[in-house]
């Protein structure tokens, strides 16, 4: 078929070139025969308003054909018209990439190219709406075929020069209307058309590299500050005597920058147990290294054994000088198997759940001060009760905060997971991940710490046993104390070597607070599978120091013994004033009665 004129909708530069010069201008044409198609000329275009004076030059596109046009556009042009796409044109950057192709043939044959690039359903689309369409960033090789194998064969370094280079394209089929050289006339004189579909696609192969190359720097960065955030995080968690833990920390998905999010438990002595959990608000390396220094200075405030409102307060203090403009809140527990019951403060965190043996879920009170970084708040401190049989699940905003609900309809949710959640606590970590919805592709970091304190019976409970006795002072009371141990530690079971340590210890610790302390005065004596906890308390809130004594003092070593024999020892102020000083001795290894 021959073609004399496109009247065409053509995108950009293309239909400014081929524009219709004025009916009155004189058309002047040339023929190529790249493809074997005529093309016609473009004519000239009508000088606009403000144009240059008549004596002046005006450039014109006078003479020079469409082919002269599109034959010298760097990106690739296809022409086709009618409903199979037949080719009317193709310029030389698409013959350069794909081959010569012969104009008349249908372009699902002559043109596999656009098949296996899922453009010819596009292109029937622009013939029946009359609207282009684009489809971005296919790849294509150099030698013309589409998508190819990127993969070489194992052991081959294949050269350089003859590797197979790709590029990358974006495809717009535009709508035209082609007009015929020998076609009859219209009743009003115009030539008659046919539909046709311009295929004009741009090599955008550099555009789509940088991105490639902004895409691997952020997942490098990423990956960066995932492995920091993990290596600040606990490694392996302590596992309490009297608790079974687990948590879990799942990072946003891919598009998401890591957070600052984390977890803790700390053995304090004497049975107890530090539970910790908090979050950074912000994102990426920064949020993960403040990160690291709260979780760093945690450990070492909860060595002071203080309340939890007294820890946050120095965290709120430190988080103000570590970053001004950096916020996290905060809950920081202590369980105390002898109370059953958590001690928590909570520094505008979400409440933590605690689960009955019945399956009750309760929350704990709101927090009970802002967050940290804020600066001039008291904190207080809160309790919920923890006995035996009973849960709890600390946990960050990000397993139960989505972007178009409520937050605190994502803790109901968690509370009815929770309170149908069996098994470990690892495997209630997984079970309360997955019941919120919580994937790879989570848009935030998420991070679950789940405690359960085991109701003991049979052989267990043999292995966990207390006693407690209440002294009222006076000079019977230190030998009351050593009979008291004594009958204790031989009902236990112990060996010798470890009994006369024991009755030692308690006589020392008594000792003490006969001398420097005031009523009430109770020694508390506890056994697990792993160790022997002694603990007395008393009215003064005064903490004894372990201090050198000199040869000539009578008194001065009771503390120094205790530390010397014990395997730990420390002391504590108590809710409501007074203190409790106590001392652990580990169990021979395999003592189970």
């Known amino acids: 078929m021959n073609f004399t004129r496109w009247s065409a909708r053509l995108p950009g530069t293309q239909r400014r070139a081929a524009a219709r010069t004025d009916r009155t201008a004189a058309p002047s044409s040339t023929t190529a025969a790249t493809t074997g198609g005529a093309v016609p000329a473009a004519r000239a275009e009508t000088t606009p308003a403000g144009a240059p004076a008549p004596d002046s030059p005006v450039p014109t596109l006078d003479g020079l054909s469409v082919h002269d046009i599109l034959g010298q556009v760097p990106a690739l042009v296809a022409l086709v018209h009618g409903p199979d796409h037949r080719i009317a044109y193709v310029n030389a950057a698409y013959a350069a990439l794909f081959g010569p192709r012969a104009t008349g043939a249908p372009a699902r044959e002559a043109l596999p190219e656009l098949a296996e690039l899922g453009l010819l359903p596009l292109m029937d689309q622009v013939l029946r709406s009359g609207k282009p369409r684009t489809v971005k960033s296919r790849r294509v090789s150099a030698d013309g075929t589409v998508n190819p194998a990127a993969d070489t064969p194992t052991g081959t370094d294949p050269d350089p020069d003859t590797r197979p280079r790709h590029g990358y394209y974006t495809f717009t089929c535009s709508p035209i209307e082609i007009g015929t050289r020998d076609a009859a006339h219209g009743p009003d004189g115009t030539e008659a058309t046919q539909p046709g579909v311009l295929v004009f696609a741009a090599d955008v192969t550099d555009q789509v590299e940088a991105a490639e190359r902004l895409r691997a720097s952020e997942r490098q960065q990423r990956e960066a500050a995932v492995t920091l955030q993990r290596s600040l995080l606990p490694q392996e968690l302590e596992?309490?005597?009297?608790?079974?833990?687990?948590?879990?920390?799942?990072?946003?998905?891919?598009?998401?920058?890591?957070?600052?999010?984390?977890?803790?438990?700390?053995?304090?002595?004497?049975?107890?147990?530090?539970?910790?959990?908090?979050?950074?608000?912000?994102?990426?390396?920064?949020?993960?290294?403040?990160?690291?220094?709260?979780?760093?200075?945690?450990?070492?405030?909860?060595?002071?054994?203080?309340?939890?409102?007294?820890?946050?307060?120095?965290?709120?203090?430190?988080?103000?000088?570590?970053?001004?403009t950096q916020i996290a809140t905060c809950v920081y527990a202590v369980h105390d198997p002898n109370e059953g019951r958590l001690v928590y403060a909570s520094a505008g965190h979400l409440p933590i759940l605690v689960r009955d043996p019945d399956g009750t879920v309760r929350r704990a009170a709101e927090p009970t001060g802002p967050p940290l970084g804020t600066g001039g708040w008291l904190h207080t401190s809160g309790t919920v009760p923890l006995?035996?049989?009973?849960?709890?699940?600390?946990?960050?905003?990000?397993?139960?905060?989505?972007?178009?609900?409520?937050?605190?309809?994502?803790?109901?949710?968690?509370?009815?997971?929770?309170?149908?959640?069996?098994?470990?606590?690892?495997?209630?970590?997984?079970?309360?991940?997955?019941?919120?919805?919580?994937?790879?592709?989570?848009?935030?970091?998420?991070?679950?710490?789940?405690?359960?304190?085991?109701?003991?019976?049979?052989?267990?409970?043999?292995?966990?046993?207390?006693?407690?006795?209440?002294?009222?002072?006076?000079?019977?009371?230190?030998?009351?104390?050593?009979?008291?141990?004594?009958?204790?530690?031989?009902?236990?079971?112990?060996?010798?070597?470890?009994?006369?340590?024991?009755?030692?210890?308690?006589?020392?610790?008594?000792?003490?607070?006969?001398?420097?302390?005031?009523?009430?005065?109770?020694?508390?004596?506890?056994?697990?599978?792993?160790?022997?906890?002694?603990?007395?308390?008393?009215?003064?809130?005064?903490?004894?120091?372990?201090?050198?004594a000199e040869p000539a003092d009578e008194a001065g070593r009771g503390i120094s013994i205790v530390a010397t024999i014990a395997s730990s020892w420390g002391s504590r102020r108590t809710p409501g004033g007074g203190k409790a000083v106590w001392c652990e001795f580990a169990l021979p290894a395999g003592h189970t009665s």
């Open 387 to 548: 006995g035996p049989g009973s849960s709890a699940v600390l946990y960050t905003d990000g397993l139960v905060e989505r972007r178009d609900e409520d937050i605190y309809d994502g803790v109901e949710a968690l509370e009815r997971a929770f309170s149908g959640a069996t098994g470990s606590p690892q495997v209630m970590c997984d079970r309360l991940i997955r019941a919120l919805g919580v994937t790879a592709d989570h848009d935030d970091d998420v991070a679950v710490l789940v405690l359960q304190h085991p109701a003991r019976t049979g052989h267990d409970a043999e292995l966990f046993h207390n006693a407690a006795l209440e002294l009222l002072g006076g000079v019977e009371a230190a030998p009351r104390a050593r009979a008291f141990a004594s009958g204790v530690l031989a009902s236990w079971r112990f060996p010798t070597e470890l009994r006369d340590l024991g009755v030692l210890a308690a006589s020392e610790l008594v000792a003490n607070s006969l001398q420097h302390g005031t009523p009430p005065m109770r020694l508390r004596m506890r056994r697990t599978d792993r160790r022997l906890i002694i603990e007395v308390t008393d009215g003064d809130d005064h903490l004894p120091r372990r201090r050198r």
């Open 239 to 324: 596992q309490p005597d009297d608790l079974r833990v687990a948590a879990t920390y799942q990072p946003g998905g891919k598009d998401a920058a890591v957070g600052g999010d984390w977890y803790d438990v700390i053995t304090l002595g004497a049975g107890r147990t530090a539970l910790v959990i908090g979050d950074v608000m912000g994102r990426g390396v920064r949020a993960a290294a403040v990160m690291g220094q709260l979780r760093t200075a945690v450990r070492a405030y909860a060595r002071l054994d203080l309340p939890p409102h007294e820890v946050l307060q120095l965290l709120d203090g430190l988080a103000t000088e570590i970053d001004p």
